[in-house]
């Protein structure tokens, strides 16, 4: 028995020794991070702005691969198969903690996903036309109520974080809302702008279009006003206790090194610094958010038992 714990312990030692070892090295050739979204959307623009930085951080070049489906899910389904060397990582959006309890996926977003940093957050608004009789989401939700089913609202789609706000909103208030689903935020705008429906629910897409009164902003879903929307309402300063969670953060395969994981999530922080990288946060209205690892880690436990708890007590239109 002492033998055998004499031997664990040298594998262990060894182990270490090794991936300490593998982390002074590293990286020695290009690092890939995939963007699980297509190319030109405020993901894939800060994917790259963040690739950039890290490069200069890493001494390395940083390629950016795009592969958009499964709901943001491609980046996860990837790295399963990928050597835990820190040569190829993905984005990991929030709608990973979503989507296995919406339908059957090939992952588990706590067992085979090693995370190592966010570095931005998306905040999502509910908005109405200009000349709308909405001005608050209180006159919104009384609407709602007393005219069932009459208030239509546009989101990119089923099971989005947009679509989980104005579901949790219908719960919270008893107000009964039609949803009607789009491809992406560019088609909600163009339908809410043409009056095919009522309400639109964007990410930070919609600043620009709120910055020129285009848009009517009536209240954020962040858990306190992001200084893009810095005059508009959070929901749970309207009297409704909801806000929607949804960084985006940089994960690699389960079994990275501890020692690589400490020199990424340190190149991560030390990226969100970059000038350049700043400029793009500025540009699309996107808050900068640091969580290390070990607190991404636990944010990903506790976000995967939060969205199941959601997604089971929601009634999804």
């Known amino acids: ?48 702005a963040l690739g950039q930085a890290l490069s200069k951080q890493l001494g390395q070049s940083v390629i950016i691969e795009n592969k958009p489906g499964a709901a943001g899910a491609m980046g996860v389904l990837d790295i399963k198969r990928a050597r835990p060397d820190g040569y190829r990582l993905t984005l990991t959006p929030a709608g990973i903690f979503r989507q296995p309890h919406v339908q059957k996926v090939q992952y588990d977003p706590v067992k085979d996903v090693r995370y190592i940093a966010t570095f931005m957050t998306y905040d999502f608004v509910i908005t109405v036309p200009p000349d709308s009789p909405f001005k608050t989401v209180k006159e919104l939700v009384d609407y ?4 069932p089913g009459e208030i239509t609202y546009g989101t990119p789609g089923n099971y989005t974080g947009n679509h989980i706000a104005m579901a949790a909103l219908e719960k919270a208030t008893g107000a009964q809302f039609t949803h009607v689903p789009f491809k992406g935020d560019s088609e909600t705008i163009n339908a809410v702008l043409g009056k095919q ?11 620009t279009y709120i910055q020129s009164g285009k848009l009517r902003a009536l209240a954020t879903t962040a858990d306190k006003r992001p200084p893009a929307f810095g005059t508009i309402p959070t ?42 990288f ?25 976000m995967f038992k939060r969205e199941g708890e959601i997604v089971k007590g929601l009634t999804l239109n």
Not at 38 to 48: E, H, L, P, Q, Y
Not at 144 to 147: E, I, M, R, S, T
Not at 236 to 264: C, F, M, Q, W
């Open 197 to 207: 429906i009522k309400v639109g629910v964007f990410a930070n897409s919609a600043h």
């Open 278 to 302: 700043q400029k793009q946060l500025t540009m699309n209205a996107v808050r900068p958010y640091y969580l290390d690892s070990a607190a991404y880690t636990k944010f990903a436990a506790e």
């Open 1 to 48: 028995m002492q033998r055998r714990h004499f031997a664990l312990m040298l594998a262990a030692s060894a182990a270490l020794a090794s991936g300490v070892a593998m982390a002074k090295d590293y990286p020695d050739s290009p690092v890939t991070i995939i963007v699980p979204y297509a190319a030109g959307g405020v993901s894939d623009i800060m994917g790259r």
């Open 235 to 276: 929901l749970r300063e309207s009297g409704y206790p909801i806000d929607i969670p949804s960084p985006n953060g940089l994960a690699g395969p389960k079994g990275l090194p501890d020692a690589i994981v400490t020199k990424l999530q340190n190149a991560v922080k030390a990226a969100m610094d970059d000038p350049d």
């Open 144 to 147: 709602a109520k007393a005219h």
